[in-house]
């Protein structure tokens, strides 16, 4: 409630405004003109609505937004259950190998949904890897809303472990040990203190894993068409992938799409804005943990367990199948080659221009979402301007379009004849769908953390003498910057493997991970793909890793 | 825009309003200080002191009027004119000390010398300089979060007077930290100020810091200034009920006219104070000083006592005058319910102006 | 000058991104196996100079590309793996016509004014030989109990030629195979490859109308498989081929589809398994003239393509 703010707000303003709408608006404009006007590919405004009522009132499109919504509430429900209980233990207790468990539960993150699902069916499947290894099968699970629920919690729920485990730390044993204090028994003080003072934490690492997984394709195509649970997503793709193509239909399935993931923003917004409590002060605590005693050895266990569950399975059965040399071999001695990998790192077609481009793709959308998402959370957190909770909204609302609408979007927006120059058939255009999938992810980083930075520490840098520039790179850059270095190693992990939108908007002649890998499926050579997709997997893996350890030698990332 | 750095105006506003939409905040604030003097804000929470100091700062632009700095108007919401907060020349200080937790303690003490273009081995030397001069040197290379609550307030210290501003703005430095230390930082800050002949403006909600600290102070009140003062004459003659009551001088009462003297307003209790002819109801502050145990007279009843280190400051409430309130130093202490009587120096009472004139 | 500077910056990022649009001679949009359109873009320039820029996806994803571009097609030469796009697109008239030279051994049945078959693969039945099932001969045999639980249908929602096999099989019989499948627990599992896959694993022994050519890639490859085409007959999906009408290359798009037509590119394509399109060209695999093919009206069966994909959807709607 600022009369009239000094500061950098001008200058941020204008860059997040320009990044978003080049990244976010334009794709979205294009997506709602096409679901209001069904010849606009043809670059004419006739017939307007004609379609757009048609498709909302499909009598299937209530059973399709019901479907997401339950799904979206199931794997909710799930990663709730799995990761709320480790990320407390994690927090407040001395958890042996700790760090190990971390960096096991980062893998799933980098393990692409599509490829954990195959791992999954290859696993459970009659005769699949447990058959093979165990004797039994649990495929009547595996093709049904349980386990689709299962195969997408496991893939998402770290986000929630690791939002738990870092709140519950910042809020630390010490307001639960003021509860025990007065009178409240250990489990009385967990939920009426800690369990509260972590909501907010918990609620935003919560709405994350509903938009993803209501947003998520690879999973409910695999294992949901079968069942016959159709969701928002898959019926999208149908309409953009089966002939004839629907694009209009699919703009306006999306748009019902938006306003679901809208609905859950708002619900998180309200819990934040009941409860906010301020609960990172300016004296830095050390975290008293405490041991965890005769609760070792289950603890243990259930780490183990979901660690198995989470990264075990899936990274064990990607490496079996592209260890073996033929699928109907199974996993027999004399089935096993290195003849993939060899394929892979041979060059096979090009698969290693592949990985090149990807990593590229990686980096730089990591760099552009870093700039705009830091920017544009500046904007919203730390200046009164007008028009902040617009750029709040634009820069969450690529999480509630699925990668083929934002890449159908890109193709009708940048395809316009009259474009004196277009980045469409370049290789931008990838870097376009992917900072506007995951720019959502720098900016809600960026923005817990300049939340938790005290406006006087910028203040006191602009009267000693820095310009507003000067102070956001001196001052709040470096003050938000671990954060923002684990969102862009994320976004680069995403990047360098997304699939959904890199299937419609690739330029002719790219290849990129993903695309070699679903090529690779779709001609029947799993086993390729496989091998390509553990390199993969590892690469993000190591690389962020690697590059955090330089950062904390550096100093630059407090360890 | 004057520039004039002879002007021995250091800062002045003139008619400065600030409004937070339908919320008035500042409402028409005139102020001179000047140079080598150290001007307090004094006032409750909300009453727009801190406000005031992020105007001055740059950190808030007026909404009408204007800021002057050493002669040179920074901001004029008149012209539109604006000088950001960089380009003022100032050091200042924080509640929550705002030191940045990245750099080192030098590091952050340094930063304003390396802002006005400082070189490296002028920045080192000065540095050091400065936090020997508040009695951190050796803590050059820890980081703030290493510091207790009362070095990290000196390394703030140090960073706003390491590049010898015209200016530095305190804005209540020293209210996070706990009492002894407090007394001891505010002894240090008024050497600091008079060995270095700093201009300061410090705002405070304290009023023993503000009386200590300051060759002038303004007591402000919603979003005005009530009395802008020295110490002294803000003691002998406060301009209003509540300058007294902020700075606790003593009781104050309201009195009407009885004879040629006054007696408490309703009640048959005289005041032995002579009255002014053709005055009429007036407010007067009776001064804990001017009340005394006594054998005989006014009958009160003990409310509350505290220990102050010369004495029971007792809260008193004499009987048969509903409202009042007054102060009494007692060398035994007092219990609550003690029934006493007070007698009451009719030379020390204070008769406030009637409301609207300001001293 | 500005936008001169901005294109000059974009040009050298697209470069560095190892992409070069700029220099490209024509654009092919292919539905075939990647390792075909790779081996004969690489023949085509080598014997041209003639550059060529390749985006293979599915025949879906294609479609929907052509779809958003409409306003401003970049696409030369498209090679689809369902006919009736090439019908659907000639009706639109955005097909070029040309003769080419070379598809004089092409049958009539694969080529008109304005289209040509790169190829053809065929429909049948994908069989795990390790599954411990009988060998099934015809499509029928897969109602068995033997097969109870262990068959996969490719959805024809996303192949057209598995719309085109279920569509002449369920007007033969008014979909009564198709009742049986689903009473014998016969699944319907996604596009081919997504159908084949748990029949290699072993979780199902046969893809009712699996493609051919992918099947006989795996065999190859060692996978215990065999490729069944049932004598009651099957259906082809041959690959048309066209250029379209907005190509500002269509000279070289023409030299393309000579070349694919060529001796060199219909070896290409039989070595990736599929069928030639000339008759004059060998095939390590049965011919068009080894099938038994199933006669029905395409043209009628497209007509009424949304009630035959609702009725076989009814039919495997899960209970």
């Given at each position: 409630?600022?009369?009239?703010?000094?500061?950098?707000?001008?200058?941020?303003?204008?860059?997040?405004?320009?990044?978003?709408?080049?990244?976010?608006?334009?794709?979205?404009?294009a997506?709602?003109?096409q679901?209001?006007f069904p010849n606009l590919g043809r670059g004419s405004f006739a017939?307007?609505?004609?379609?757009?009522?048609?498709?909302?009132?499909?009598?299937?499109?209530?059973?399709?937004?019901?479907?997401?919504?339950?799904?979206?509430?199931?794997?909710?429900?799930?990663?709730?259950?799995?990761?709320?209980?480790?990320?407390?233990?994690?927090?407040?207790?001395?958890?042996?190998?700790?760090?190990?468990?971390?960096?096991?539960?980062?893998?799933?993150?980098?393990?692409?949904?599509?490829?954990?699902?195959?791992?999954?069916?290859?696993?459970?499947?009659?005769?699949?890897?447990?058959?093979?290894?165990?004797?039994?099968?649990?495929?009547?699970?595996?093709?049904?809303?349980?386990?689709?629920?299962?195969?997408?919690?496991?893939?998402?729920?770290?986000?929630?472990?690791?939002?738990?485990?870092?709140?519950?730390?910042?809020?630390?044993?010490?307001?639960?040990?003021?509860?025990?204090?007065?009178?409240?028994?250990?489990?009385?003080?967990?939920?009426?203190?800690?369990?509260?003072?972590?909501?907010?934490?918990?609620?935003?690492?919560?709405?994350?894993?509903?938009?993803?997984?209501?947003?998520?394709?690879?999973?409910?195509?695999?294992?949901?068409?079968?069942?016959?649970?159709?969701?928002?997503?898959?019926?999208?793709?149908?309409r953009v992938s089966d002939w004839p193509i629907d694009l209009p239909?699919a703009?306006?399935?999306?748009?019902?799409?938006?306003?679901?993931?809208?609905?859950?923003?708002?619900?998180?917004?309200?819990?934040?804005?009941?409860?906010?409590?301020?609960?990172?002060?300016?004296?830095?605590?050390?975290?008293?943990?405490?041991?965890?005693?005769?609760?070792?050895?289950?603890?243990?266990?259930?780490?183990?367990?979901?660690?198995?569950?989470?990264?075990?399975?899936?990274?064990?059965?990607?490496?079996?199948?592209?260890?073996?040399?033929?699928?109907?071999?199974?996993?027999?001695?004399?089935?096993?080659?290195?003849?993939?990998?060899?394929?892979?790192?041979?060059?096979?077609s090009g698969?290693?221009a592949a990985?090149?481009n990807?990593?590229?793709?990686?980096?730089?959308?990591?760099?552009?979402?870093?700039?705009?998402?830091?920017?544009?959370?500046?904007?919203?957190?730390?200046?009164?301007?007008?028009?902040?909770?617009?750029?709040?909204?634009?820069?969450?609302?690529?999480?509630?379009?699925?990668?083929i609408?934002?890449a159908v979007g890109l193709i009708l927006a940048w395809n316009m004849p009259a474009l004196p120059f277009t980045p469409y058939n370049t290789p931008l255009i990838l870097?376009f769908a992917?900072?506007?999938?995951?720019?959502?992810?720098?900016?809600?980083?960026?923005?817990?953390?300049?939340?938790?930075?005290?406006?006087?520490?910028?203040?006191?840098?602009?009267?000693?003498?820095?310009?507003?520039?000067?102070?956001?790179?001196?001052?709040?850059?470096?003050?938000?910057?671990?954060?923002?270095?684990?969102?862009?190693?994320?976004?680069?992990?995403?990047?360098?493997?997304?699939?959904?939108a890199s299937v419609v908007v690739a330029p002719v002649g790219m290849q990129t991970?993903?695309l070699f890998?679903w090529r690779?499926?779709e001609q029947?050579?799993?086993?390729?793909?496989?091998?390509?997709?553990?390199?993969?997997?590892?690469?993000?893996?190591?690389?962020?890793?690697?590059?955090?350890?330089?950062?904390?030698?550096?100093?630059?990332?407090?360890? | 825009?004057?520039?004039?750095?002879?002007?021995?105006?250091?800062?002045?506003?003139?008619?400065?309003?600030?409004?937070?939409?339908?919320?008035?905040?500042?409402?028409?604030?005139?102020?001179?200080?000047?140079?080598?003097?150290?001007?307090?804000?004094?006032?409750?929470?909300?009453?727009?002191?801190?406000?005031?100091?992020?105007?001055?700062?740059?950190?808030?632009?007026?909404?009408?009027?204007?800021?002057?700095?050493?002669?040179?108007?920074?901001?004029?919401?008149?012209?539109?004119?604006?000088?950001?907060?960089?380009?003022?020349?100032?050091?200042?200080?924080?509640?929550?000390?705002?030191?940045?937790?990245?750099?080192?303690?030098?590091?952050?003490?340094?930063?304003?010398?390396?802002?006005?273009?400082?070189?490296?081995?002028?920045?080192?030397?000065?540095?050091?300089?400065?936090?020997?001069?508040?009695?951190?040197?050796?803590?050059?290379?820890?980081?703030?979060?290493?510091?207790?609550?009362?070095?990290?307030?000196?390394?703030?210290?140090?960073?706003?007077?390491?590049?010898?501003?015209?200016?530095?703005?305190?804005?209540?430095?020293?209210?996070?930290?706990?009492?002894?230390?407090?007394?001891?930082?505010?002894?240090?800050?008024?050497?600091?100020?008079?060995?270095?002949?700093?201009?300061?403006?410090?705002?405070?909600?304290?009023?023993?810091?503000?009386?200590?600290?300051?060759?002038?102070?303004?007591?402000?009140?919603?979003?005005?200034?009530?009395?802008?003062?020295?110490?002294?004459?803000?003691?002998?003659?406060?301009?209003?009920?509540?300058?007294?009551?902020?700075?606790?001088?003593?009781?104050?009462?309201?009195?009407?006219?009885?004879?040629?003297?006054?007696?408490?307003?309703?009640?048959?209790?005289?005041?032995?104070?002579?009255?002014?002819?053709?005055?009429?109801?007036?407010?007067?502050?009776?001064?804990?000083?001017?009340?005394?145990?006594?054998?005989?007279?006014?009958?009160?009843?003990?409310?509350?006592?505290?220990?102050?280190?010369?004495?029971?400051?007792?809260?008193?409430?004499?009987?048969?005058?509903?409202?009042?309130?007054?102060?009494?130093?007692?060398?035994?202490?007092?219990?609550?319910?003690?029934?006493?009587?007070?007698?009451?120096?009719?030379?020390?009472?204070?008769?406030?102006?009637?409301?609207?004139?300001?001293? | 000058?500005?936008k001169s500077?901005k294109s000059v910056a974009f040009g050298a990022l697209a470069t560095i991104l190892g992409a070069g649009v700029a220099h490209a001679d024509i654009t092919v949009y292919t539905a075939g196996p990647q390792s075909l359109i790779d081996k004969l873009a690489e023949g085509f320039t080598a014997e041209s100079g003639i550059k060529v820029n390749v985006f293979q996806a599915t025949t879906g994803k294609i479609m929907a590309r052509i779809e958003a571009e409409a306003a401003n097609p970049v696409v030369d030469v498209l090679i689809s793996a369902s006919w009736d796009t090439a019908t659907d697109f000639a009706k639109r008239g955005w097909l070029v016509p040309y003769s080419s030279p070379n598809a004089e051994k092409v049958p009539a049945f694969l080529k008109n004014d304005t289209t040509v078959a790169q190829g053809v693969s065929a429909?049948?039945?994908?069989?795990?030989?390790?599954?411990?099932?009988?060998?099934?001969?015809?499509?029928?045999?897969?109602?068995?109990?033997?097969?109870?639980?262990?068959?996969?249908?490719?959805?024809?929602?996303?192949s057209g030629s598995?719309f085109e096999?279920?569509?002449?099989?369920?007007?033969?019989?008014?979909?009564?195979?198709?009742?049986?499948?689903?009473?014998?627990?016969?699944?319907?599992?996604?596009?081919?490859?997504?159908?084949?896959?748990?029949?290699?694993?072993?979780?199902?022994?046969?893809?009712?109308?699996?493609v051919?050519y992918?099947?006989?890639?795996?065999?190859?490859?060692?996978?215990?498989?065999?490729?069944?085409?049932?004598?009651?007959?099957?259906?082809v999906a041959p690959r048309p081929a066209m250029i379209l009408n907005w190509s500002k290359n269509q000279d070289e798009a023409k030299k393309f589809v000579d070349y694919m037509l060529s001796d060199a590119g219909q070896k290409l394509v039989a070595d990736t398994f599929l069928m030639p399109a000339r008759t004059d060209v060998p095939a390590?695999?049965?011919l068009i003239?080894?099938?038994?093919?199933?006669?029905?009206?395409t043209a009628?069966?497209y007509g009424?393509r949304?009630?035959?994909?609702?009725?076989?959807?009814?039919?495997?709607?899960?209970?």
């Amino acid at each position: 409630m600022r009369a009239k703010e000094i500061g950098g707000a001008a200058p941020a303003a204008w860059l997040a405004g320009i990044g978003l709408a080049v990244i976010v608006v334009v794709p979205f404009a294009a997506v709602v003109l096409q679901a209001i006007f069904p010849n606009l590919g043809r670059g004419s405004f006739a017939e307007p609505f004609s379609l757009l009522l048609a498709t909302l009132s499909d009598i299937r499109l209530v059973g399709m937004a019901g479907n997401t919504v339950l799904l979206g509430l199931a794997v909710v429900a799930a990663s709730a259950c799995l990761a709320v209980p480790l990320g407390m233990v994690r927090a407040l207790y001395r958890v042996p190998l700790a760090p190990l468990w971390d960096v096991l539960l980062l893998v799933p993150f980098m393990i692409p949904p599509y490829i954990a699902t195959l791992g999954w069916i290859m696993t459970l499947q009659p005769r699949g890897y447990l058959e093979q290894i165990a004797g039994f099968n649990l495929a009547p699970i595996l093709f049904s809303l349980t386990g689709m629920t299962l195969v997408m919690t496991f893939n998402t729920f770290p986000v929630v472990y690791f939002a738990v485990s870092r709140t519950v730390e910042a809020v630390g044993s010490r307001y639960a040990g003021v509860g025990r204090v007065f009178g409240a028994s250990p489990l009385r003080a967990f939920f009426h203190i800690t369990l509260p003072l972590s909501a907010p934490g918990l609620a935003a690492s919560l709405l994350l894993v509903f938009a993803a997984a209501i947003e998520e394709y690879g999973t409910p195509a695999a294992l949901g068409r079968r069942a016959g649970f159709e969701v928002l997503v898959t019926g999208i793709d149908s309409r953009v992938s089966d002939w004839p193509i629907d694009l209009p239909g699919a703009a306006a399935l999306s748009l019902v799409l938006v306003l679901l993931s809208l609905a859950a923003f708002l619900v998180q917004r309200w819990i934040l804005n009941r409860r906010s409590y301020q609960t990172v002060g300016g004296k830095p605590q050390a975290a008293e943990k405490q041991p965890l005693g005769r609760l070792a050895a289950p603890v243990l266990a259930a780490f183990a367990a979901v660690s198995f569950l989470a990264t075990g399975v899936p990274m064990l059965a990607v490496l079996a199948t592209a260890l073996t040399r033929t699928i109907s071999g199974g996993l027999r001695l004399d089935n096993l080659g290195g003849g993939n990998f060899a394929a892979v790192f041979g060059g096979a077609s090009g698969a290693l221009a592949a990985l090149g481009n990807s990593l590229l793709l990686g980096v730089l959308t990591a760099a552009v979402t870093g700039v705009i998402g830091a920017v544009a959370a500046y904007a919203v957190v730390k200046t009164r301007i007008r028009g902040r909770t617009a750029i709040d909204v634009l820069t969450v609302l690529p999480n509630a379009l699925p990668g083929i609408v934002v890449a159908v979007g890109l193709i009708l927006a940048w395809n316009m004849p009259a474009l004196p120059f277009t980045p469409y058939n370049t290789p931008l255009i990838l870097l376009f769908a992917y900072c506007c999938i995951l720019l959502p992810q720098t900016a809600r980083y960026a923005t817990a953390a300049f939340l938790q930075i005290g406006d006087n520490l910028e203040a006191a840098a602009r009267v000693c003498g820095a310009s507003a520039p000067t102070a956001f790179r001196r001052i709040l850059l470096p003050l938000i910057f671990p954060s923002l270095a684990s969102a862009m190693l994320l976004v680069f992990a995403l990047a360098s493997r997304e699939l959904v939108a890199s299937v419609v908007v690739a330029p002719v002649g790219m290849q990129t991970i993903a695309l070699f890998i679903w090529r690779q499926f779709e001609q029947g050579s799993v086993g390729l793909g496989m091998a390509m997709a553990f390199v993969t997997i590892v690469v993000t893996t190591l690389l962020p890793l690697a590059f955090l350890a330089l950062l904390r030698r550096t100093g630059l990332v407090a360890a | 825009m004057l520039h004039d750095p002879s002007a021995a105006e250091a800062v002045s506003t003139s008619a400065l309003k600030l409004h937070f939409g339908e919320t008035v905040v500042l409402d028409g604030i005139d102020l001179t200080l000047a140079r080598g003097r150290t001007l307090a804000l004094l006032g409750p929470s909300g009453c727009g002191k801190t406000t005031l100091l992020r105007l001055i700062a740059g950190l808030l632009g007026p909404t009408r009027g204007r800021v002057a700095i050493a002669g040179r108007t920074v901001a004029d919401a008149a012209s539109g004119a604006f000088v950001p907060p960089e380009k003022r020349n100032l050091g200042m200080v924080f509640q929550d000390y705002a030191l940045w937790p990245h750099m080192t303690v030098a590091g952050n003490v340094a930063f304003p010398l390396q802002m006005r273009g400082v070189p490296r081995a002028g920045r080192r030397q000065r540095t050091l300089q400065a936090l020997d001069r508040v009695g951190l040197a050796g803590f050059a290379d820890r980081r703030p979060g290493e510091l207790s609550g009362g070095q990290q307030q000196r390394v703030a210290i140090a960073r706003a007077i390491v590049a010898e501003p015209q200016l530095i703005l305190f804005d209540e430095p020293l209210s996070n930290l706990d009492r002894e230390l407090r007394e001891t930082m505010v002894g240090e800050l008024a050497a600091l100020i008079a060995a270095l002949a700093l201009t300061a403006v410090y705002v405070t909600h304290d009023h023993a810091e503000a009386l200590t600290l300051a060759d002038e102070v303004a007591v402000m009140r919603g979003g005005r200034i009530v009395q802008l003062a020295s110490p002294d004459r803000l003691v002998a003659t406060p301009a209003a009920p509540e300058v007294a009551d902020f700075l606790r001088l003593g009781g104050t009462a309201e009195v009407e006219p009885w004879d040629d003297r006054w007696r408490f307003a309703g009640s048959p209790v005289e005041l032995p104070l002579r009255r002014p002819a053709g005055s009429g109801p007036a407010r007067v502050l009776i001064p804990t000083a001017a009340v005394s145990l006594a054998g005989t007279g006014i009958a009160a009843t003990v409310l509350r006592t505290q220990f102050r280190g010369d004495g029971h400051l007792a809260a008193v409430a004499p009987e048969g005058l509903a409202g009042v309130e007054l102060q009494v130093l007692s060398q035994v202490r007092l219990k609550p319910g003690d029934s006493i009587r007070l007698s009451i120096d009719p030379d020390r009472i204070h008769v406030f102006p009637p409301a609207g004139r300001v001293s | 000058m500005l936008k001169s500077l901005k294109s000059v910056a974009f040009g050298a990022l697209a470069t560095i991104l190892g992409a070069g649009v700029a220099h490209a001679d024509i654009t092919v949009y292919t539905a075939g196996p990647q390792s075909l359109i790779d081996k004969l873009a690489e023949g085509f320039t080598a014997e041209s100079g003639i550059k060529v820029n390749v985006f293979q996806a599915t025949t879906g994803k294609i479609m929907a590309r052509i779809e958003a571009e409409a306003a401003n097609p970049v696409v030369d030469v498209l090679i689809s793996a369902s006919w009736d796009t090439a019908t659907d697109f000639a009706k639109r008239g955005w097909l070029v016509p040309y003769s080419s030279p070379n598809a004089e051994k092409v049958p009539a049945f694969l080529k008109n004014d304005t289209t040509v078959a790169q190829g053809v693969s065929a429909l049948g039945i994908a069989w795990n030989t390790n599954s411990g099932t009988p060998k099934p001969a015809e499509w029928a045999d897969l109602a068995k109990p033997e097969y109870k639980g262990l068959v996969n249908l490719p959805d024809p929602a996303q192949s057209g030629s598995a719309f085109e096999l279920d569509a002449a099989l369920g007007a033969a019989d008014d979909y009564k195979l198709f009742k049986d499948l689903k009473a014998n627990d016969a699944a319907i599992a996604g596009a081919n490859a997504e159908a084949l896959n748990p029949v290699l694993q072993g979780a199902k022994a046969a893809v009712f109308g699996a493609v051919d050519y992918i099947t006989f890639g795996s065999k190859a490859k060692g996978e215990s498989i065999d490729m069944i085409f049932p004598a009651s007959g099957t259906v082809v999906a041959p690959r048309p081929a066209m250029i379209l009408n907005w190509s500002k290359n269509q000279d070289e798009a023409k030299k393309f589809v000579d070349y694919m037509l060529s001796d060199a590119g219909q070896k290409l394509v039989a070595d990736t398994f599929l069928m030639p399109a000339r008759t004059d060209v060998p095939a390590a695999r049965p011919l068009i003239s080894d099938l038994e093919l199933m006669d029905y009206d395409t043209a009628a069966i497209y007509g009424k393509r949304k009630e035959i994909l609702d009725e076989i959807a009814k039919i495997f709607a899960a209970n």
